[in-house]
């Protein structure tokens, strides 16, 4: 079962990527801005509260559902950060490999990690499938970029840890809601930020090349595009609550489908409506693609069996 939700979140998140790149024609803006506006959406989950959703548990689950979407927000940040700073191929492939590498880590170190052979074969190609996927060859890493992979991957991996530990002890949406608690604090925090503050202002005034971009229709768009990012994140979320605490860097290693995903949409879409999106392919590509959904295929099937 989480098996399929995964697939379906990273399919939804593939379908997100694709809209941004549409959407960000330009360079990225501000990633304090993404930071902040991601952590400020996810408060809509506050919504659920005067249905009795949110259960108030012990205190060290609190303190790990609200440091857990601390760290979440905090890791997205230092993601856009990169993304700002190097090219996508820079660093996406290396957060392909580490992330579910130090998720293991984190879940041997307590004790929660017993893996069959065949687990481990199909973690292997899994995360092979991940780095092989998005992989450049003209656009080998550097340290700085390195760097910046490595916090992202590190972040995460304790951000799915704790919020596994959050989710054993509560029903599935109280876990969810204190772990925005968390993120919607971290996002508040941003504030401190003038540099922050000065782009919401010129977002909520549509001010310089905001003005021109947010029209009725992108910004719907965008909308659009936030509703399948959280209902993406949700699932994503669900697959963590319901694998077994052993399997949960197999979520992480399964990340590696939502590249697949974006290869086809894009091809489809560069293909059909090559003015919205355009993408060279060459016949190496074609052929690192293919490798890449062949490795992850093969882990799917050792991870079923």
């Known amino acids: 079962m989480w098996i399929i939700v995964a697939i379906i979140a990273y399919f939804l998140l593939a379908l997100v990527v694709v809209l941004d790149k549409y959407l960000l024609a330009g360079p990225l803006p501000n990633p304090k801005l993404y930071a902040f506006a991601i952590g400020i959406f996810g408060g809509l989950a506050f919504l659920l509260i005067p249905f009795g959703f949110l259960e108030v548990p012990v205190w060290p689950i609190i303190v790990l559902g609200i440091l857990a979407g601390v760290i979440q927000i905090f890791a997205i940040l230092a993601l856009f950060s990169g993304l700002k700073k190097f090219e996508a191929s820079r660093i996406i492939p290396a957060i392909g490999g580490l992330l579910p590498v130090f998720t293991?880590?984190?879940?041997?170190?307590?004790?929660?990690?017993?893996?069959?052979?065949?687990?481990?074969?199909?973690?292997?190609?899994?995360?092979?499938?991940?780095?092989?996927?998005?992989?450049?060859?003209?656009?080998?890493?550097?340290?700085?970029?390195?760097?910046?992979?490595?916090?992202?991957?590190?972040?995460f991996a304790l951000f799915v840890v704790l919020s596994k530990f959050v989710y054993e002890a509560q029903p599935f949406l109280s876990g969810l809601l204190w772990i925005v608690v968390g993120s919607f604090s971290a996002a508040l925090s941003l504030l401190v930020s003038g540099e922050l503050r000065k782009e919401i202002r010129n977002v909520l005034r549509k001010k310089g090349a905001v003005k021109k971009a947010l029209s009725p229709a992108v910004?719907?768009?965008?909308?659009?595009?936030?509703?399948?990012?959280?209902?993406?994140?949700?699932?994503?979320?669900?697959?963590?609550?319901?694998?077994?605490?052993?399997?949960?860097?197999?979520?992480?290693?399964?990340?590696?489908?939502?590249?697949?995903?974006?290869?086809?949409?894009?091809?489809?879409?560069?293909?059909?409506?090559?003015?919205?999106?355009?993408?060279?392919?060459?016949?190496?590509?074609?052929?690192?693609?293919?490798?890449?959904?062949?490795?992850?295929?093969?882990?799917?099937?050792?991870?079923?069996?």
């Open 104 to 155: 293991l880590l984190f879940t041997i170190s307590v004790g929660r990690a017993i893996l069959e052979s065949f687990d481990i074969f199909a973690f292997v190609f899994l995360v092979l499938g991940s780095v092989v996927v998005s992989f450049e060859r003209r656009k080998l890493f550097t340290f700085q970029s390195l760097t910046y992979a490595f916090v992202v991957s590190l972040f």
């Open 219 to 305: 910004f719907l768009l965008f909308v659009g595009n936030q509703a399948l990012g959280a209902l993406g994140f949700v699932l994503q979320n669900w697959a963590v609550a319901l694998v077994p605490f052993a399997y949960i860097s197999f979520v992480n290693a399964l990340e590696g489908m939502k590249y697949v995903f974006v290869v086809v949409l894009v091809s489809i879409i560069s293909l059909r409506f090559p003015r919205l999106i355009r993408e060279r392919v060459n016949r190496g590509a074609i052929v690192q693609k293919l490798l890449a959904i062949v490795s992850i295929g093969i882990g799917l099937a050792l991870l079923a069996l």
